[in-house]
């Protein structure tokens, strides 16, 4: 975060950002934007809880989450938190504690109360993830780059211009507007 604020990245409004859990990130956003509104990846909160359950309760689990990534605004949101609580307490404490330990950080899309058609590309981080998967994939026979040559920039740079041809747009890019102005007012305190 330091190196990208040193090249000069600014952000004039909130910044929206989703993560995959790790605390050192998540401190490092919140240190530089200290108003910036951290969203967990739900795939990545799922896949972690499901880990912890037996397969006969992968359904539900699923269910519930498919849910909570279409509900429209916070009150819809809390309410299905609430049935993943109830669900999850009495089968597996392991599981329970996890879905806890994301906290508000689960909801905070929710809680901008932007329209529904956004939850599919930024309740995840599987928009970077592609590009990370397409560069590996364009990388991966490349086995040594010669340090006294910019051979590792200009192949990173190869396989970043492949994965862009596999880019598409923001699945409800129509609602990025209600995004930009939620960003811009005070987000709302969870009761």
């Known amino acids: 975060m330091s190196r990208i604020v ?7 409004h909130r910044l929206y950002v989703v993560l995959d ?13 200290a108003d910036a509104v ?20 992968w359904g539900e689990l ?28 009495p089968i597996n404490a392991e599981a329970y504690r996890s879905l806890h330990e ?15 058609t956004l939850h599919r590309s930024l309740l ?18 490349v086995t040594r780059f010669r340090a006294e040559t910019d051979q590792a920039s200009r192949w990173l740079s190869y396989a970043l211009l492949e994965a862009e041809k596999g880019f598409r747009r923001i699945s ?4 990025l507007p209600a995004l930009i102005a939620a960003l811009a007012r005070p987000i709302a305190v969870s009761k």
Do not use: M, W, Y
């Open 21 to 33: 859990g790790s605390d050192a990130l998540r401190g490092a956003v919140v240190a530089f934007f």
């Open 38 to 57: 951290v969203q967990r990846c739900l795939v990545h909160k799922e896949r972690n809880i499901k880990g912890k359950l037996s397969k006969r309760h």
């Open 62 to 89: 699923s269910r519930l989450f498919t849910r909570l990534r279409s509900v429209q605004g916070i009150e819809a949101a809390e309410e299905v938190f609430g049935e993943l609580k109830s669900f999850l307490k």
């Open 102 to 116: 994301a906290g508000d950080d689960l909801l905070a899309l929710h809680r901008l109360d932007v329209p529904s």
């Open 6 to 12: 040193n090249r000069g990245f600014t952000c004039e």
């Open 124 to 141: 995840s981080t599987n928009a970077i993830e592609n590009s990370f998967l397409n560069t590996r994939r364009k990388l991966g026979r």
């Open 172 to 175: 409800g890019h129509s609602s």
